[in-house]
């Protein structure tokens, strides 16, 4: 399986002084740089994961990204709450360098990628009852839906800039027209064939320009690196996936009431994806409590990390 520059960058930071996520500069050992590698759990699904542990750590994060994104963005974060608790990330089927088989072998729904989540936390060993779940955009849904059937999957899941239910009317042009046919297709086709803007620009659409912010150049890198891998790109597991939203946004909806897990709803005020009234409405009709980021786009864990690493400690004293 094809190594990304972003595995190798790991392995090569063994001794590193450098700036914290909290803002203090101190050395980080071996020990605590994310660990990179491979688990299987199924026989077409194998993810690339980074796992961090403390010495004595007092639960477990994992952590969901979204589109178009990779286990990378979660790096830096990782390695600051590594210090005091047992993190997790992977990259879901379709995106990073875990496995992309034809949609007739995995479908890459929300209702799946559940499954897949409920496979990594056996698999891992993972403390459900000391786990927190962050998931953003396009993992959000799939936690959700876990959480219907087990709501002992975690301690909390703080979700956030994701479209639970089916309101179109809510969404941004393009995520609209991929919920369906005949725009799904042509909608497809134009990312991919625009996967570099998407990959430099998605971050920044909504903010203003002395709020638009750089990735780093190695999360970036991977994220490019990793577009198109096995004959699937990121932008088709991202279509496969929207093929099937209405179908487990409505499932999701129909079944709030087996809702029992404690959710937090995290949104960017700034986010032109999905607009705070989605995020809203879910917030008041499952009693979770519900904040607005000011200031902040589609992604608060790249453009304001420091405050990702308060929320999930947060979670965990609450």
């Given at each position: 399986?094809?190594?990304?520059?972003?595995?190798?960058?790991?392995?090569a930071?063994?001794?590193?002084?450098?700036?914290?996520?909290?803002?203090?500069?101190?050395?980080?050992?071996?020990?605590?740089?994310?660990?990179?590698?491979?688990?299987k759990i199924?026989?077409?699904?194998?993810?690339?994961?980074?796992?961090?542990?403390?010495?004595?750590?007092?639960?477990?994060?994992?952590?969901?990204?979204?589109?178009?994104?990779?286990?990378?963005?979660?790096?830096?974060?990782?390695?600051?709450?590594?210090?005091?608790?047992?993190?997790?990330?992977?990259?879901?089927?379709?995106?990073?360098?875990?496995?992309?088989?034809?949609?007739?072998?995995?479908?890459?729904?929300?209702?799946?990628?559940?499954e897949?989540?409920?496979?990594?936390?056996?698999?891992?060993?993972?403390?459900?009852?000391?786990?927190?779940?962050?998931?953003?955009?396009?993992?959000?849904?799939?936690?959700?839906?876990?959480?219907?059937?087990?709501?002992?999957?975690?301690?909390?899941?703080?979700?956030?800039?994701?479209?639970?239910?089916?309101?179109?009317?809510?969404?941004?042009?393009?995520?609209?027209?991929?919920?369906?046919?005949?725009?799904?297709t042509?909608?497809?086709?134009?990312?991919?064939?625009?996967?570099?803007?998407?990959?430099?620009?998605?971050?920044?659409?909504?903010?203003?320009?002395?709020?638009?912010?750089?990735?780093?150049?190695?999360?970036?890198?991977?994220?490019?690196?990793?577009?198109?891998?096995?004959?699937?790109?990121?932008?088709d597991?991202?279509?496969?996936?929207?093929?099937?939203?209405?179908?487990?946004?409505?499932?999701?909806?129909?079944?709030?009431?087996?809702?029992?897990?404690?959710?937090?709803?995290?949104?960017g005020?700034?986010?032109?994806?999905?607009?705070?009234?989605?995020?809203?409405?879910?917030?008041?009709?499952?009693?979770?409590?519900?904040?607005?980021?000011?200031?902040?786009?589609?992604?608060?864990?790249?453009?304001?990390?420091?405050?990702?690493?308060?929320?999930?400690?947060?979670?965990?004293?609450?």
């Amino acid at each position: 399986m094809p190594i990304s520059p972003f595995r190798t960058l790991v392995a090569a930071a063994a001794v590193v002084s450098m700036p914290t996520v909290d803002g203090h500069a101190e050395t980080n050992t071996f020990q605590a740089e994310p660990k990179i590698d491979f688990i299987k759990i199924g026989e077409h699904i194998t993810l690339r994961r980074m796992v961090s542990r403390a010495d004595d750590p007092k639960g477990t994060v994992l952590f969901l990204h979204g589109f178009p994104e990779t286990l990378a963005v979660w790096k830096e974060i990782s390695r600051t709450l590594s210090k005091e608790y047992e993190v997790h990330a992977f990259d879901w089927p379709g995106y990073g360098q875990s496995s992309r088989p034809s949609p007739d072998k995995f479908s890459y729904s929300p209702k799946d990628y559940a499954e897949v989540l409920k496979v990594y936390i056996e698999k891992a060993h993972i403390d459900r009852s000391t786990l927190i779940i962050y998931a953003s955009d396009i993992g959000a849904l799939p936690a959700l839906l876990l959480a219907l059937d087990e709501p002992a999957v975690a301690k909390k899941i703080i979700v956030g800039d994701f479209a639970p239910f089916n309101r179109p009317q809510y969404m941004y042009e393009s995520l609209q027209n991929l919920k369906m046919e005949p725009t799904a297709t042509p909608t497809r086709a134009h990312m991919n064939k625009t996967s570099d803007e998407i990959l430099q620009n998605v971050h920044r659409r909504g903010l203003s320009t002395d709020a638009q912010y750089d990735l780093p150049s190695d999360v970036q890198e991977d994220m490019k690196h990793s577009w198109t891998r096995d004959g699937l790109t990121t932008a088709d597991a991202f279509a496969f996936y929207y093929s099937y939203f209405n179908r487990d946004e409505d499932y999701l909806e129909a079944n709030l009431g087996k809702l029992k897990t404690p959710i937090k709803v995290i949104w960017g005020d700034k986010d032109i994806y999905i607009a705070k009234e989605m995020g809203r409405e879910f917030a008041d009709r499952t009693g979770s409590t519900f904040e607005i980021l000011q200031g902040i786009g589609h992604f608060p864990h790249l453009q304001d990390r420091a405050r990702t690493v308060e929320e999930v400690r947060a979670a965990f004293s609450g």
